[in-house]
Every structure is written in structure tokens, then in C-alpha cells.
């Protein structure tokens, strides 16, 4: 498939004994915003920490963008265009606003020049980050945490954005506001891997879903069918999709 | 009143020492969890690196550039590598005690291969005094004062001001996401014991010639760095330089004007207090930390 930027082919791995992913295999459309689903415990997380190298697979390889890149630094996946933002808080709470967006640019070095103007473009679209640039990060609210660790993870133009968990402790409003950048980012060509146990709103705004569990592919198919699913919407969407209701 | 301007300006230069090796405490605690208690002998090893390029003939300047490098190379790089590095996958107290027994070490090393009486050290600072507003202070403190203020705020713009200082506190602060964002955490870490072996080089330098070159004379400045770092909050530079200088100050004028008997328990006052009243320190922030 020429249109596949990232293929996961048969991954095993986990922690310690533990084995999460047992044979876990997709592939990934670009230009797409593709939603990840799947129980507690399904692997989605896990998934993503072995795509981004931040766990060692015991069997299967990552491809990404044509090329093998099972057991690649992150350094390196950030310079082929992979960005990857963690579920949680991941700023650095006694840095300023403007410092940690700054940071999202280590990993290019000083191959890029317009650094400076990039971050003015990204505090024009985000006018709660400018307002408060110089402050301590520790003083952003939950939506604005999200919105600088997105800013700081676009500032290399990633071909790839994978996000784990955008809309946790967001109010509704903010989760909105969230899947809204998203979906600039694919009118941008950007694909966008994502977990969200906030699955329905997920998958309202994706063009595919892939349902986890027990660490292994059980669907991968469009967003609209897999919402359509009645079986899916008992497992995993709260049963909101039984015919009755 | 000239008493006290000399008590507090010899304070604050016994201070700013105590400040410039308890900032290399806390910058090792902070990006690595290292509570290196042979930080006293940190700063007593290079001035016998020093007094061994002298006796071999060395011109004094090019002794203390032979120091420093030797520092940055055993107290800088060998320690992280090959004492840190393996001890830290298996905790904190493991470190903690491996310094301890490291301290012991270099102290026996320099009484068994060098000497055990105390060696007279050059000064960088002339003898003498300046008249400052009528007064008659030692140019030795004000000469430490200087320096020791050039090198934290060298250390500070180079933490705040550039990029390399930013990803060293991103490390610290939270080295899992830096690392997730391309921050090269292995590095930043190297760089804080590098700069720690230069702190406590600078300090060697700087209090050797005040109180001579002796295999025991880093405990007690072990214990007043470590003090100083616990009494400002051992989580913040800011912390060590604030608890350094305070302690220094208070233990000029606690001698002069309450006990010089009691001089050596004025600072372990000083830490109960803090302790019993605010435990992460003047400055400190608390940190959450299971156990």
C-alpha cells in the first residue's frame, strides 16, 4: 500500500515477564486521523511506546515512511518526522512557556534556521500560550498543558503526530477544542495516530479505527463502520451504540 | 561596627565557597538522584592535584589548569561512569553509600600517598586589605566574594540563557518526556558532573589557602555544603546559594558574638530548625517521592 506511512507487523513485547502486545499488527493511512480503541489493558499505550522505541520489541518490526524502524532512538524517529506526545502532563514545570516550546526544536539541531519564526507562528495560533509565554509552565491550566506539548511537538513539521489520551481531565469544551487542531493537522497532511478512551467523540472526528485487545488486532476498518459496530459499541463504547438505544 | 562589616564580609566569602559546593550537590541530586557525601573530598582533591603538579616543578598557573582538567577528568567523568552509572539502577541509598566509602577512600589515599600533615597553598588573591567606607577588609574575602560570584552567574546564564542550559533542566525536570522530545538526557547529566567538578575545583582553589591543604579538611566542608543545600532546599540552585551564604554568615557572627565554642553546632541548630519548621527548605519546593 503506498498510501501506508506506519506499519506495525506482528509485535510481541511488554515489561519484564509480562507480555502486552502479542502479535499486534496494523497499518496506519496517511493523511488520516486514525483512532486506536480498545479495553484497559488492551496494549494501546504499549503500542504506542514500541512505535516511538521506548519499548524494546521481542519479535515484530515497526516500518515507518517505507523504512525498518524497530529499535531507532527517538532522536532519530523525531528527525524522520515522528512526534509523539504521551498521555498526562509532559512540560517541564519550571521552564517558561516560550523555553519549553524551544525544546520541541533540540532534536533538529541547528539545521533550522527560521526557529525563531515558527514559534511566533504557533503563539499566533494558540493566543492563551503567547499570554502567558514568560510564565512558569506550572501555571498553565490542563487545556493550555496539552496545547504547548502539541505546539512544542509540531514545531519540526512531523509527518507522523502520535497522541495518547489528548482529551484526559479536559473539560468538554477543551476536548473539542483539542480534536479541532487535530483535524487541522490532517486538513495539513499530517496523520495522526490517537488513543482516546473518550472513544465515541474519537472516532466521530477519525476516518479509521483499529480495535485492540489483549494485545492483538480484533478490527481495523473506517471510523464510521467501526461506530456502527453494534458489537463494538457494547465492548467498548459503553454499549451507546445498542440497537434499542 | 568595622567588626561586624569584616564579620559579614569574611561570612559571606566563607559562604560563597560553601555555596559554590553545595550548588554542585543539589545540581547532582537533581538530575540524578546522587547525594554524593564525598563532596567534602571533591573539594579537598584538587588541591593536592595542584601541590603534585607544584612539587614536580610546574609553574603555578599551569598547576591549577592541570587541576582543574585532572578534576573534570577523575571527580567529573570517572565518577559518573564508574561509580555512579552502575550504582544507580539499584537506588539511591546504594549511591549514597558507595560516596560515603569513596569519601573514606580518597582521604586514606591521601594520607597513605601523599601526606598526612597539612601543606601550606598558594594564594590567586594578593595578601592585604582595602579600605571599603572606612573600613579595613581583607582583600583574600573580597577577592573569594568576586570570584565565586563570576562563577554562579556564569552558571546561571548558562541554565537560564541558552539552549543547552534549557535541556539540562528540561533532563532534570522531567527526563522521560525530554527524552521523548529529543533531549539528549544522557549528556545533560554528564554535564552536570562536569560542572559539579568544577565548582568544587573552584572552591579547592578558593579555601585551601585559608585553611591549608589536609587529607581531613573536606569533612568539615562536606558537612557545611551539605547543610547549606538541605537549609536552602536541596531542589534549587538558588536554595544552595541562599543556604551557603546564610550559613557562612551565621557562622562568623555565632562565634564572634555567642560562642566560638559552640561555632561547630550553630549550623546543625540552624538544620533542626529548618528541618522541624520546613523540611524542603528555605526555597525548596516538596517533592513527592514514594518510598
Given at each position: ?145 496539552k496545547q504547548l506539548e502539541i505546539v512544542r511537538g509540531l514545531l519540526l513539521d512531523p509527518k ?86 | ?291
Amino acid at each position: 500500500m503506498s498510501d501506508t506511512i506506519l506499519e506495525i507487523e506482528n509485535a510481541v513485547g511488554g515489561y519484564g515477564k509480562m507480555t502486552i502486545l502479542n502479535g499486534t499488527s496494523f497499518a496506519v493511512r496517511q493523511g488520516a486521523i486514525t483512532t486506536v480503541i480498545g479495553p484497559n489493558g488492551a496494549g494501546k499505550s504499549t503500542v504506542f511506546k514500541a512505535i516511538f522505541g521506548l519499548l524494546k520489541l521481542r519479535e515484530g518490526r515497526i516500518l515507518f515512511a517505507g523504512r525498518d524502524v524497530t529499535g531507532w532512538s527517538q532522536r532519530q524517529l523525531i528527525e524522520a518526522g515522528m512526534c509523539y506526545v504521551p498521555q498526562g502532563r509532559n512540560i517541564f514545570p519550571e521552564l517558561s512557556v516560550r523555553h519549553n516550546i524551544e525544546l520541541g526544536a533540540v532534536a533538529a539541531g541547528r539545521s533550522i534556521t527560521d526557529m525563531p519564526a515558527r514559534i511566533e507562528r504557533a503563539l499566533d495560533r494558540f493566543p492563551a500560550l503567547r499570554a502567558k509565554a514568560t510564565r512558569q509552565a506550572s501555571t498553565l491550566s490542563g487545556g493550555e498543558q496539552k496545547q504547548l506539548e502539541i505546539v512544542r511537538g509540531l514545531l519540526l513539521d512531523p509527518k507522523l503526530v502520535l497522541i495518547d489520551e489528548p482529551s484526559i481531565g479536559l473539560s468538554p469544551l477543551l476536548v473539542q477544542e483539542t480534536f479541532a487542531i487535530l483535524k487541522e493537522l490532517r486538513a495539513k497532511g499530517v496523520t495522526v495516530l490517537m488513543i482516546e478512551q473518550n472513544a465515541r467523540s474519537a472516532l466521530e472526528i477519525s476516518d479509521y479505527g483499529i480495535v485492540l485487545e489483549l494485545g492483538q488486532t480484533r478490527m481495523v476498518d473506517t471510523a464510521a463502520r467501526i461506530l456502527a459496530d453494534p458489537r463494538i459499541g457494547q465492548l467498548f463504547l459503553g454499549g451507546a451504540l445498542e440497537p434499542a438505544s | 561596627m568595622a567588626n561586624l562589616l569584616n564579620l559579614l564580609i569574611s561570612g559571606l566569602a566563607t559562604g560563597a565557597i560553601y555555596a559554590l559546593v553545595a550548588i554542585g550537590f543539589t545540581l547532582l541530586w537533581q538530575t540524578s538522584q546522587t547525594i554524593n557525601f564525598a563532596q567534602g573530598e571533591f573539594v579537598m582533591m584538587p588541591a593536592f592535584f595542584i601541590l603534585a603538579a607544584l612539587h614536580a616543578g610546574v609553574p603555578f598557573w599551569l598547576s591549577i589548569i592541570f587541576g582543574v582538567l585532572i578534576s573534570l577528568l577523575l571527580l567529573g567523568l570517572v565518577f559518573k561512569k564508574a561509580l555512579v552509572d552502575p550504582m544507580l539502577k539499584h537506588g539511591v541509598l546504594p549511591i549514597a553509600i558507595a560516596t560515603m566509602a569513596l569519601s573514606i577512600g580518597m582521604k586514606e589515599s591521601v594520607k597513605e600517598f601523599f601526606t598526612a600533615e597539612a601543606e601550606p597553598f598558594p594564594s590567586l588573591i594578593p595578601a592585604g586589605n582595602v579600605n571599603i567606607f572606612g573600613v579595613e577588609v581583607s582583600l583574600q574575602s573580597i577577592g573569594v566574594l568576586v570570584l565565586a560570584i563570576v562563577a554562579v552567574t556564569a552558571l546561571n546564564l548558562l541554565l537560564n540563557r541558552t539552549s543547552v542550559g534549557h535541556q539540562m533542566q528540561a533532563a532534570a525536570q522531567n527526563p522521560t518526556v525530554a527524552r521523548i522530545i529529543g533531549v539528549p538526557v544522557e549528556r545533560m547529566i554528564l554535564y552536570t558532573f562536569l560542572i559539579n567538578a568544577g565548582l568544587v575545583a573552584l572552591a579547592s582553589v578558593l579555601i585551601t589557602p585559608i585553611y591549608l591543604a589536609k587529607f581531613s579538611s573536606g569533612e568539615v566542608l562536606g558537612l557545611a555544603a551539605f547543610i547549606a543545600a538541605i537549609v536552602g532546599g536541596f531542589n534549587q540552585v538558588r536554595g544552595a546559594i541562599v543556604g551557603g551564604l546564610l550559613l557562612g554568615v551565621i557562622d562568623n557572627l555565632g562565634a564572634a558574638y555567642i560562642s566560638t565554642q559552640y561555632r561547630g553546632a550553630i549550623p546543625l541548630f540552624l538544620l533542626i530548625v529548618v528541618i522541624l519548621f520546613r523540611p524542603q527548605g528555605l526555597l525548596g519546593r516538596a517533592e513527592e517521592r514514594t518510598v
